[in-house]
């Protein structure tokens, strides 16, 4: 089968009662975790954007705090990991202002990481390609927030 687009489905939806899109909502929250996490963003989070940040920094802290640093192998696949769920979450909330705030927090945790990360090319490669990302993502944004981010960043420096 093949997938409508976003315009066709878009089309669609509009045709739909009130009751139908709660249903055709509640069904597709049944199927995938992702999608239910995007509902409950949406309907819980999405007004409060500062706890929503506070709430994954939390998370990140746990996942950090749990890594298994006796080789830099299960240190590499535990940082993936907590990247992978960190981009999720950036996707769900499309703000510049709180992709910039994550990265710049998981720069963070990764540089004060033990065993130190400049010891391992593949994660400071992460370090940097993250930080990177931070810093092109804060181009977008106004130049009073950009200056305080910037601060942020330059201690961040390996």
Do not use: W
Not at 20 to 30: D, F, H, M, N, S
């Amino acid at each position: 089968m093949k997938a409508a687009t976003v315009t066709q489905l878009k089309k669609e939806l509009q045709h739909l009662s009130e009751a139908e899109l709660i249903e055709t909502c509640l069904r597709l929250a049944k199927f995938k975790k992702e999608n239910k996490e995007l509902l409950s963003y949406l309907l819980f989070e999405a007004d409060n954007e500062d706890g929503y940040i506070q709430s994954i920094k939390e998370e990140m802290d746990d996942e950090f705090d749990s890594i298994n640093t006796s080789s830099y192998y299960f240190i590499k696949k535990s940082v993936r990991k907590i990247l992978r769920n960190l981009k999720k979450y950036i996707r769900y909330s499309k703000k510049d202002e709180t992709q910039v705030e994550l990265l710049i927090y998981f720069c963070q945790k990764l540089g004060n990481l033990e065993p130190n990360i400049k010891h391992n090319t593949v994660l400071t490669n992460t370090y940097h390609r993250q930080l990177a990302l931070a810093k092109n993502c804060l181009l977008k944004m106004h130049e009073d927030i950009q200056y305080d981010y910037n601060l942020e960043i330059e201690n961040l420096k390996l």
